[in-house]
């Protein structure tokens, strides 16, 4: 299967999904959207109001800023994936409980494998605990680390410059910086994966001559 192939079946399975609670209040699920070969992956929380009723992660206040924040970094919302560690929204936007981020990880964990990005941005502590156990976004964010075979950037969520403005020029900062940390990543990443090994052309068989 395809990376495209492989996204579309997630989407499928995450839109029927029924391995936490949070379906029962699910109106649409939400697995997340962009291109398969995306260098960049953005992960936030969890759904909120208007990504339960469209389907589409980001599609409200949080998400008009985030585009803001990725078109100051060179970058478009179609250049990047984007997706959240919770695929159905919780009540009242609570925060996803710990059986919920476990059932939403195997989707999660098969999309990254699936798109291996060079870079992925978490959006918030929730995403940033998955890469991060016990880190604090206030002393780590906007600072690349390599975590396996890829890059890490924990970012404030959108949402918090919302809530408190006084998040707002740090988040702005961090996305700044994102292009030299892009190519820092690509850099990085040419030297750790060798480049493909061309294969050889086949020699041909000397003939052999029947004399008689």
């Keep these: 299967m395809t990376a495209e192939e492989i996204l579309a079946q997630i989407a499928k399975e995450v839109s029927v999904c029924t391995n936490c ?27 909120g109001f208007y990504e339960n009723e469209q389907g589409r992660p980001f599609v409200g206040a949080a998400g008009q800023f985030l585009e803001q924040l990725l078109a100051q970094a060179g ?62 976004i206030s002393g780590v964010h906007g600072q690349m680390r390599q975590i396996g075979g890829r890059f890490v950037i924990p970012m404030f969520h959108p949402a918090a410059a919302l809530h408190n403005p006084t998040y707002k020029p740090l988040i702005l900062q961090d996305f700044a910086r994102l292009p030299h940390m892009l190519e820092q990543a690509r850099a990085a990443l040419a030297k750790m994966r060798p480049a493909p090994v061309e294969p050889e052309t086949p020699k041909e068989e000397p003939k052999q001559l029947n004399l008689f």
């Design 75 to 136: 970058l478009k919302r179609t250049d990047v994936w984007i997706g959240n560690v919770v695929k159905c929204r919780p009540p009242n936007n609570r925060d996803p409980l710990p059986e919920e981020l476990a059932a939403c990880d195997l989707y999660l964990e098969r999309q990254i494998a699936a798109i291996n990005p060079k870079i992925i941005i978490t959006l918030g502590r929730f995403s940033m605990g998955k890469f991060m156990p016990g880190a604090r």
């Design 21 to 47: 609670d949070l379906h029962k209040g699910r109106k649409r699920a939400v697995p997340g959207e962009g291109p398969a070969e995306a260098e960049v992956m953005l992960i936030g929380e969890g759904p």
